[in-house]
């Protein structure tokens, strides 16, 4: 019998993936009646059932068979189309038995981001709770030490963003060689925000004989590289469209003079229900703030400047309702789950199209509806146009004025009550645990930080079926 050294790669096929087994060759995404049909364990079954959970998401009944079967699995789908339980359930049932060894787990999953990370945990935390798993978050900007503790101690499942699982490798607090099954979720956003060289030396450490799972909105050249690499003969699905072409979505450019901006803007914000706004710099989000809060609009700052906790305080105040405006530069836009949020706003327009796919998949999540409306001066109406043909999205238009009816319809605006607020600041940070470094990106994109993972609760993760 031959054997190969641990760690060595298996035969790549010669062929690109996407001419190798293209998405028309895996079964066409259909809708199930039941996850029993798919072979979940009874234990998964019946906390699925505790959860509420009954019917899966296309991507789910795709993807489910082969992942189960221990096949590589490349799925395509937009954020929020239950790509969590896709992979959580199986990652799950193949990990459920041994106990992991101190610093040794048997299953990895990693994402982009540190809410994302958080989101993801909490999502599966009660199916892991049902197999007797341990499971545990590994992300920048918390105690390191305390990561570590975690994994000597010992956890089965280990969810992480890729610069602090990297800390944690070179410092001796973990080992990827007994890793069995390893989910990439997000690929294309770990691509665009510079980790694909963490990415790739993570997975050289990780047993080439184990199971891989990639979930993408897009496959792009850099997910392709991560494919034609680390993947073995994987099967394909795609089951949902690009995220700006989703049917729930509805998107607004409109046309507002720069001298009107500020007013649409700030009567936008007055709207009854929550809204997400992005703008260009943390300078620019933090001077919109304080003009909402003199005027009675309940709104609150997130960007890379914020800490760790004040970040966590000012996702809890939006969820709660406290804060029903939440303004924000990009970092709000890779991970952040609100349910119920039905518009969002670009101030100022993105720079890039994956960038706008990646702002307007904050609403219209898990089959709900919601608006994307972007605020565009004359002089930005020609790169609108291409960014919106590169996103692949044909948006309806208007030229509007700050009492424009039309403008109310879209969004809801009307006149803020003129009364001040004043919100409780969220309390800063503690010092960093020693030897503690932040979790970031290649060097060239270190002006993205990944923001602070904020606990969703039970009853969100059971209404967005693992977003």
Do not use: W
């Amino acid at each position: 019998m031959t054997t190969r050294p641990r760690g060595s790669r298996r035969p790549r096929p010669p062929a690109p993936v996407q001419a190798a087994v293209p998405a028309a060759a895996a079964p066409p995404a259909r809708e199930a009646a039941s996850f029993a049909g798919l072979g979940i364990p009874p234990a998964l079954l019946a906390e699925l059932d505790r959860q509420g959970i009954g019917v899966p998401f296309p991507i789910q009944a795709a993807t489910l068979p082969d992942s189960l079967a221990g096949r590589d699995v490349l799925g395509r789908g937009r954020t929020g189309s239950g790509k969590t339980l896709a992979f959580g359930l199986p990652l799950l049932a193949r990990t459920a038995g041994p106990r992991a060894e101190p610093r040794r787990p048997r299953a990895l999953v990693l994402v982009p981001t540190r809410e994302l990370a958080q989101q993801v945990t909490d999502a599966l935390a009660p199916y892991a709770r049902a197999l007797l798993l341990r499971t545990v978050a590994v992300v920048g900007g918390m105690s390191l030490s305390r990561q570590a503790g975690a994994l000597r101690t010992g956890a089965e499942v280990v969810v992480a963003t890729p610069g602090r699982l990297a800390d944690l490798v070179e410092r001796g607090d973990c080992r990827l060689d007994e890793v069995r099954t390893t989910v990439l979720d997000e690929a294309d956003q770990m691509a665009d925000m510079g980790f694909l060289p963490q990415v790739t030396a993570l997975l050289r450490k990780v047993p080439a004989d184990g199971q891989r799972m990639l979930f993408s909105a897009t496959l792009d050249r850099n997910v392709d590289t991560l494919v034609r690499r680390f993947l073995t003969d994987p099967v394909v699905h795609s089951v949902d469209p690009a995220a700006g072409a989703v049917s729930t979505m509805e998107h607004h450019v409109l046309h507002v003079a720069s001298t009107d901006k500020r007013a649409a803007v700030v009567r936008i914000a007055a709207r009854d229900n929550r809204v997400i706004m992005f703008l260009a710099t943390k300078h620019a989000v933090n001077r919109l703030v304080r003009d909402l809060l003199a005027v009675g609009v309940p709104a609150a700052a997130l960007h890379g400047g914020k800490s760790q906790s004040q970040r966590n305080r000012t996702l809890e105040q939006f969820k709660s309702g406290q804060v029903t405006v939440l303004v924000a530069t990009n970092v709000a836009a890779r991970g952040i789950h609100v349910d119920n949020l039905d518009l969002v706003v670009n101030v100022d327009p993105p720079t890039d199209h994956k960038d706008y796919l990646h702002r307007s998949g904050r609403t219209a999540r898990a089959g709900e509806s919601g608006r994307v409306v972007t605020l565009v001066l004359p002089e930005q109406r020609r790169e609108m146009a291409k960014l919106m043909a590169a996103a692949a999205v044909t948006p309806r238009t208007a030229r509007v004025r700050p009492d424009d009816p039309e403008l109310a319809r879209i969004t809801g605006a009307q006149d803020p009550s003129g009364i001040p607020v004043v919100l409780a600041a969220p309390a800063a940070d503690a010092a960093p645990a020693p030897g503690a470094r932040r979790n970031r990106p290649a060097a060239k994109n270190r002006r993205l930080p990944a923001a602070a993972p904020a606990r969703s609760s039970a009853r969100s993760i059971r209404r967005r079926n693992a977003a």
